[in-house]
């Protein structure tokens, strides 16, 4: 029996960021290639019959492909520098549940796959639960087509790189049609297992979050020849945003707002920049997103006039609160002994199906509490504690 435990220490070596430390894998790129190639020969060695859908997604199927399916999973891609366990988790425990259901001669009552979904992160394209996404419709196809990587490739080219028909992108009904429920378990991003004393819990809610682009545009310039009355610095505004994303979320409860990844161009030492852009990840509970980020608009934009300088505020997501399944959740909770049910600030696909499907999750412990940097854990033994709870909780919904 290989456990998930194990499952995890056979990928552990695959898309090490040895720069940024951590993981980067990425859809389509060669850690998750990598990854996917890993994925299906683990799944065929079970005797899954795996397919890709038209989004990227991988499919596992245990039986033959049926409505009312009970499907489990999750992603395999980073954040760029990311943990071990955001993602992966999900589909080890998976793989190693359908292995332990199988030793133990159980035989589904019910359709079962496992997902693996395309570019949760948004690692490299920028929107986060790409591929639930489009398999949804809550991403129009000709939108996810023209998004661009760093390095200017499309996510047209990209899927056509991958093998995929960039103009059969988008809603996938037969697929989502044929889910009856889905169960994603995932490593706590967070404290609420530690500080309760408890290795899993179910997931209650997902809070409203988005990203916005933040486009400044000055004159790029000489750094020692530029008197300081003289720039249109587009740095100064974009700096300006950094701090005022914390101060103004400061002034609204359970608001988060970061700024994580900010790009000069050209970004020469020696060198004024001519444009910065930064992305803002806005996070709050309720209908409130929109008008935190319009009040950090509002800061940008007075910074930018104040040094002479444009700005342009582009949404690239926003996904509202989410509620899982109550009943579902419920369910779940009492068959695994009256596990606590959390909320998290944390986005997921099971969060993207939970509009169509009955939808549920599964945290486990990280007694970190920190994800999506090097220093998320799960110890072994909460490892395949999720993996033994995720084999009960599928042995119920499959009957
Ligand atoms: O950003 C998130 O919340 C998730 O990890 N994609
Ligand atoms: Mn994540
Ligand atoms: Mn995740």
Known sequence: MTSAQVLL???????RDRVRGGYSRHVFDAAETE?????????????????????????????EPGPGAVVTGSHLDSVPGGGAFDGPLGVVSALSAVQALQAKGFAPGKPLAIVVFAEEEGGRFGVPCLG?????????????????????????????????????LGRDDEALGRIGCFVE??????????????????????IAHGRWRFSFTGQGNHAGATLLGDRRDPMLPAAEVVAAARRIARSVPQARATVGRIVPNPGGTNVIASTVDLWLDARVPGSGVRSLVEDIAEAARAAAAEEGCEVRVTEESCSGDVVFDSGLRDELATLLGGVPALPTGAGHDAAI??????????????????????????EPADVDGGAAALVTVLEQLCR
């Open 353 to 378: 199906l939970a509009g169509h499907v009955p939808t549920a999750m599964l945290y486990v412990r990280n007694p970190t509490g920190i994800s999506h940097a090097p220093e998320e854990f799960a």
């Open 185 to 206: 378990l995932h490593v706590e991003q967070g404290r609420g297992l530690i500080d309760l004393g408890s290795p899993i819990a179910v997931g209650s809610t997902v």
């Open 35 to 63: 990854l996917r190639t890993w994925f299906r020969e683990r799944a065929s060695g079970l005797g899954l019959h795996v397919e890709d859908d038209q989004n990227g997604n991988m499919w596992a199927w245990w039986t």
């Open 9 to 15: 220490e056979e990928i552990a070596d695959v898309g």
């Open 132 to 168: 639930s996404r489009l398999l949804t419709g809550a991403l129009e196809a000709g939108t996810a087509r023209a998004l661009r990587d760093p390095d200017g490739v499309t996510f047209a080219e990209a899927a056509a790189a991958a093998g995929l028909d960039p103009d059969r």
